[in-house]
Structures are given as structure tokens and as C-alpha cells.
């Protein structure tokens, strides 16, 4: 049974270059499938911000679970949503990882769906092929009333919302992207195909930095968001 109140930890952390015992330490804590996956990447950046993340992730876990972080396993759903594999006497404690350049994320809960996603906000602009494809026909109206000087910012917001959804589904990329859309002021979102239920979902947008976060939540019920910066100079993750 899922609690009263839906409480959200976050957790993150700018990563630019970690010394080599970090990374060391970080990576001594990765399943041998995570230490696999870290071999696929060609740059250090990328390498660096995997095993960051999923440090994190399991750093995370270990501090509201109560289990050392390298005990922690997962699984792929159907769709290829990582989950984790716990005691069935366990609480459900479910998770959402986002890692890109210099800023790693994630979120964690007991008993509801999440989304964590995130986007440095100096990354290049998309054209209109890449925004037609991604967002929504009322999404297209928002952004291009946006002043100029915020339109790429409301891309990412968007982007960034509508990424936090689907991580929090499970459902991938491959459903019509018409199947929903955002709107601000006030943040919600709506759906056109009736599968889902705008009253079951809450969603937070905000600025860390240098980079756009977005937040997705199955919960109807009251909330309770707790947010951390973690450094590599002062904090011990692990």
C-alpha cells in the first residue's frame, strides 16, 4: 500500500573532473553490467557521467533504503525501464536516474511512479525538423510564442517534462507524440487519447545551474520533495 504523503528525494551533483580516486571509489560500487556499460563510451566526459550517476543512484538508495550501495540489483522491464529487484517483504522503493554534460540526477520514492530528466541549458538549439518531431502540436504554439531570448530555454522545459513522463511510465519514445502535452502557468499536462489521467500526475520544473530539470510524479495525493546538491569537494556519496 502506498503511503499517505508521496515524499521525493533528489539528489544532484556537478561533475566536471572527478579525480581519479572518486572515480575509482564510484566505480567500485557499479554491478559488473554497469562496469560493462561504462566500456561502450568513447569519451571520458560520457564515461566519467555514467558511473557518476549510477554512484549516485546507488548512493542515494543506500541513504533511504538502509542497504550498502553495491547490494542494490536491477532489472529491465519489457520496455527497458530499470527497476530494482529487492525482498518482496521490502518497500517498494522506485527510482529515475538523468545524467548529461557536467550535471548528474536522481530521484527516489516509496510506492509511485517518477521521471527525473535533465538538459544543459547551453547545449545547441534544435531546428524545426527536431522540434516538429518531439512535441506536440500545442507544445509548437507555446514555443513559438515564446520571446526569441526564451525559446530555447522552453524547449528544454519541455523536453525535459515530456522525457520525465516517459521515464516514469516505461512506455519509451515510440508512442505518437500527440498522445500528450504540456502547458505552463500552471504547469500541467493534458491527454488526447484518454490512457492516462491528468489528476494521477504532478510535475516540477526548475533551473540548477547551468542545466534545465524536470520532475514527474504519479501521485495525487499530497507531496513532499526533498532536494540536494551533493559536491565532489565536501560530500562523500559513499
Known amino acids: 500500500m502506498a503511503p499517505e504523503v508521496c515524499t521525493v528525494t533528489i539528489w544532484t551533483m556537478e561533475i566536471r573532473t572527478p579525480s581519479a580516486d572518486t572515480l575509482a571509489r564510484w566505480h567500485a560500487v557499479l554491478s559488473p553490467a554497469e562496469t560493462a556499460r561504462t566500456e561502450r563510451y568513447r569519451f571520458d566526459t560520457d564515461r566519467n557521467a555514467y558511473i557518476a550517476a549510477h554512484a549516485l543512484t546507488r548512493g542515494l538508495l543506500q541513504a533511504i533504503g538502509g542497504r550498502p550501495a553495491a547490494s542494490w540489483q536491477f532489472q529491465e522491464t519489457e520496455s527497458g525501464k530499470p527497476e530494482i529487484m529487492c525482498p518482496a517483504e521490502e518497500p517498494t522503493l522506485q527510482f529515475s536516474l538523468s545524467h548529461t554534460r557536467q550535471l548528474v540526477a536522481c530521484a527516489a520514492t516509496q510506492g509511485f ?3 527525473i530528466d535533465a538538459e544543459a541549458l547551453d547545449r545547441p538549439e534544435v531546428g ?7 512535441l506536440s502540436p500545442s507544445e509548437i504554439a507555446l514555443l513559438n510564442a515564446a520571446p526569441a531570448r526564451l525559446r530555447h530555454r522552453t524547449f528544454l522545459q519541455l523536453w525535459t517534462l515530456r ?3 516517459v521515464k516514469a511510465t516505461g512506455k519509451g519514445i ?3 507524440r500527440e498522445d500528450f502535452s504540456f502547458a505552463f502557468d500552471p504547469l500541467e499536462v493534458s491527454f488526447a487519447g484518454g490512457d492516462d489521467d491528468a489528476s494521477e500526475w ?3 520544473a526548475w533551473n540548477a545551474s547551468l542545466h534545465m530539470l524536470s520532475l514527474a510524479i504519479r501521485c495525487n495525493q499530497r507531496h513532499r520533495v526533498t532536494l540536494r546538491k551533493r559536491t565532489l569537494v565536501h560530500d562523500e556519496l559513499l
Not at 524545426?128 to 518531439?134: C, D, H, L, M
Open 202 to 204: 504532478q510535475f516540477f
Open 163 to 165: 522525457e520525465a513522463y
Open 174 to 176: 515510440h508512442f505518437p
Open 113 to 115: 511512479a517518477l521521471g
Open 128 to 134: 524545426t525538423s527536431v522540434v516538429e518531431a518531439v
